[in-house]
Structures are given as structure tokens and as C-alpha cells.
Nanobody, 123 residues
């Protein structure tokens, strides 16, 4: 089992940047695929990005490509999401999640979730 705690959210102006981090407990972090999802008010949770257990493969939602970068440090049990060129429509609660096996953008594939961190982008 793995426990996840996100940090790094906040208020930023449009065009700015934020770096989200997710700290994971447990010795098996390096065996999990990690993902980032987000949920805006009144909307369904949606996929943002995922990274394979080794970090060798990454996957992004189309609207995030070129703006967001996912990375992980298995020695520190952390996964990060660098978000650049932020837009007001990026405002949401961002969640870190973990799953075994292959990359996926399907919410129900992920077994473990953090509590989320709020990102607000002002226009």
C-alpha cells in the first residue's frame, strides 16, 4: 500500500508557473505507475499526465502537452508536475495517484489517491 501527499498548489497569474509535488510512503514506490489528475468545480475528474515506474515513459492529456512536465525521483519517493504557461482553465484541485502495471489515463485504474492540492490561475 502507498500513501500520497500532494503539495505545491497555490494562486498564480495566467502565464505563470507552478511545480506540484507528491510524496509517497512505502518501499514499493518504484514499482508504481504514477499519475496526476485534476478536478475543476462542477466538472468531472480528468487525466493530466502519467509516468511509468522507471520514469522512462510519460503520457499527457492533449491540452497539457508542451506546457506540463511530469517527473519522478524514485530515490526520494516523489513525483512532480511542472506546470508552465498556466491558464485560468487550469484552475482545479490536482490529485496524485498510483497504480501497478502500465501507463493509463483511466481514473478507475488507479488504486491510491492523495487528498489533492488546489491550483488557482487568475486572469
Amino acid at each position: 500500500q502507498v500513501q500520497l501527499v500532494e503539495s505545491g498548489g497555490g494562486l498564480v497569474q495566467a502565464g505563470g508557473s507552478l511545480r506540484l509535488s507528491c510524496a509517497a510512503s512505502g518501499r514499493t514506490f518504484r514499482s508504481y505507475t504514477m499519475g496526476w489528475f485534476r478536478q475543476a468545480p462542477g466538472k468531472e475528474r480528468e487525466f493530466v499526465s502519467a509516468i511509468s515506474a522507471t520514469g522512462g515513459s510519460t503520457f499527457y492529456a492533449d491540452s497539457m502537452k508542451g506546457r506540463f512536465t511530469i517527473s519522478r525521483d524514485n530515490a526520494k519517493n516523489t513525483v512532480s508536475l511542472q506546470m508552465n504557461s498556466l491558464k485560468p482553465e487550469d484552475t482545479a484541485v490536482y490529485y496524485c495517484a498510483a497504480k501497478t502495471s502500465a501507463l493509463s489515463k483511466v481514473i478507475s485504474d488507479y488504486n491510491y489517491w492523495g487528498q489533492g492540492t488546489q491550483v488557482t490561475v487568475s486572469s
